[in-house]
């Protein structure tokens, strides 16, 4: 069974064979490095204006051939492939016309500031946040799809009245993958901000605010736990793949990381540490945050994963390491001998905020000296800080986590583990693997048996693939208990204060 995850930066598959409860095979095709020719930063086009993220579809499904054909060459037996889910980063718009050609050049990513009016528009027009939470059990943020919708209306109109299907990124991936088959699935549909996660049905009023034709360009929403069809005749002729291999719904990457991390019962929370950070936990209600800052979705079981986001995570310290020439072992060792710096706070805005929503924030310091802006008194507070932000957006869920599963490329740092034991305040321990495609692979298995076998309860294919690190397992340390609630309170107290004024006007100035 194969899982693929179409991430920003790179595309990775992964194969598992849970009779022998092993991965079979692992690859990965990093855009920048291995296909040049799109001249992308961290899988973005480069040329693009500030605020504004998007990236060539044709790229994607340019990494998936390439992925096909080290597997044929691999000497894994494909034909034994019997069928491949597909996680997609989420939130992102590609549009197709009525020939499968692309309407417009470049999708808009999860990570594209630049429709903000289009949110301020779509808002309004249905009477306001809190109606439009009602609505679709989300507010409009320049990350959700909705906007960029109505962006691609208004700045190019002539592509939007070519185009014929909206899709999200795994669905258009689906689409490549099946031959033509137009669907979607409530995962990553609901992170559209068009589509109720409750009633299950799209928003009349804002489609009709968006355009009237507007329905007619989304594919139904089909069941996250079937196959939508097989793979194409010509896939498989050119790459040896079993012509009858399915191809199941598949979803956005938080909905797979949960499956790759085992966060399918109640209590387990999953935090993503990647450029940005993601917290979310399975439940079998849904939640609908009366902010709009904890995002309202489904699962890819049936089931539901509240998710809250927040844009700075890796980012602001990758750059803290660039700034000083530290390698992750002399930042570790900065933190070992760096005292509990009462009264130093950073709030990690570095590249605007998704979580509280607003897209021209800045980062903040305080209770820092003149002479403390060094490595050896920022270190300390820029990662609490990072965690901190994490932090302040969790305490909206509903969630008393037993137990926090960490997965991403911070992941495996002890001093990380450490520091989000201590502010969550809960025992934490990293996940070895692939996260999302890890569990797109096992959701593959999942949807397949129960198709086409007895079924098989998805906790039973998690168990043997989901390797948590056992050596890493941590706990809050006591003797920081105090400190750190201090520290929790005074970042509550500056995050209100920076927030006081209406929509963030304070960065807008």
């Not at 992941?411 to 934490?428: C, K, L, R, T």
């Not at 998690?462 to 056992?470: G, N």
Request: glycine residues 8%; contains cysteine.
């Amino acid at each position: 069974f194969a899982g693929i995850d179409v991430s920003t930066q790179s595309c990775k598959l992964v194969i598992i064979d849970p009779n022998l409860a092993q991965v079979c095979h692992i690859d990965t095709v990093v855009y920048d490095n291995d296909l040049p020719a799109y001249k992308t930063l961290n899988g973005v086009r480069r040329d693009a204006k500030k605020g504004v993220s998007e990236s060539d579809p044709e790229m994607w499904i340019e990494a998936i051939k390439i992925l096909f054909k080290r597997l044929k060459d691999s000497g894994i037996d494909q034909e034994k492939i019997r069928s491949m889910s597909v996680s997609g980063q989420q939130h992102g718009l590609v549009a197709l016309d009525k020939d499968g050609s692309l309407a417009s050049p470049y999708a808009k990513l999860w990570n594209d500031f630049s429709t903000q009016e289009e949110c301020d528009i779509l808002t309004q027009a249905v009477g306001g946040v809190g109606k439009m939470i009602a609505e679709v059990g989300n507010s409009q943020r320049t990350g959700y799809t909705a906007s960029k919708i109505l962006h691609l209306k208004r700045n190019d109109p002539e592509s939007f009245e070519q185009t014929t299907t909206l899709f999200l990124v795994h669905n258009y991936i689906n689409w490549f993958l099946s031959g033509g088959v137009r669907v979607m699935e409530p995962g990553d549909t609901s992170g559209m901000a068009l589509w109720d996660p409750v009633t299950k049905n799209w928003s009349e009023p804002l489609l009709r605010s968006i355009d009237p034709t507007l329905k007619m360009k989304l594919p139904a929403v089909h069941p996250s736990d079937q196959s939508i069809g097989t793979i194409s005749a010509d896939l498989a002729r050119e790459f040896g793949l079993n012509p009858r291999c399915t191809i199941d719904a598949g979803s956005g990457d938080n909905m797979y990381g949960a499956i790759g991390t085992g966060n399918i019962e109640l209590g387990i929370v999953t935090i993503s540490l990647g450029t940005s950070g993601t917290v979310y936990s399975f439940m079998t209600k849904p939640y609908i945050d009366p902010t709009g800052e904890v995002a309202a979705f489904c699962d890819s079981t049936g089931n539901y994963l509240p998710l809250l986001c927040v844009s700075n995570v890796a980012n602001g310290y990758n750059k803290l390491l660039d700034l000083f020439g530290l390698s992750h072992e002399a930042f570790n060792k900065i933190i070992m001998d760096s005292p509990l710096s009462a009264g130093k706070v950073v709030v990690p805005w570095f590249e605007g905020e998704r979580t509280p929503d607003i897209p021209n924030a800045v980062p903040f310091y305080f209770g820092f000296g003149l002479d403390e802006f060094n490595k050896e008194s920022l270190c300390r507070p820029v990662l609490e800080g990072i965690v901190h932000n994490l932090y302040h957006g969790f305490q909206r869920l509903p969630v008393e986590p037993k137990e926090i599963r960490l997965t991403g490329g911070l992941s495996q740092s002890p001093i990380w583990v450490q520091m989000i034991a201590d502010i969550f305040n809960s025992e934490v321990v990293p996940v070895e693997g692939e996260g999302a495609a890890l569990g797109a692979a096992i959701h593959a298995a999942w949807v397949w048996s129960k198709e086409y076998s007895q079924g098989i309860a998805l906790k039973d294919l998690t168990t043997p693939f989901v390797k948590l690190r056992e050596d890493l397992r941590t706990t809050p340390k006591a003797n920081h208990k105090a400190y750190y609630d201090g520290q929790k309170q005074l970042y509550t107290t500056l995050i209100k204060k920076l927030c006081s004024t209406e929509h963030g006007d304070l960065f807008n100035s």
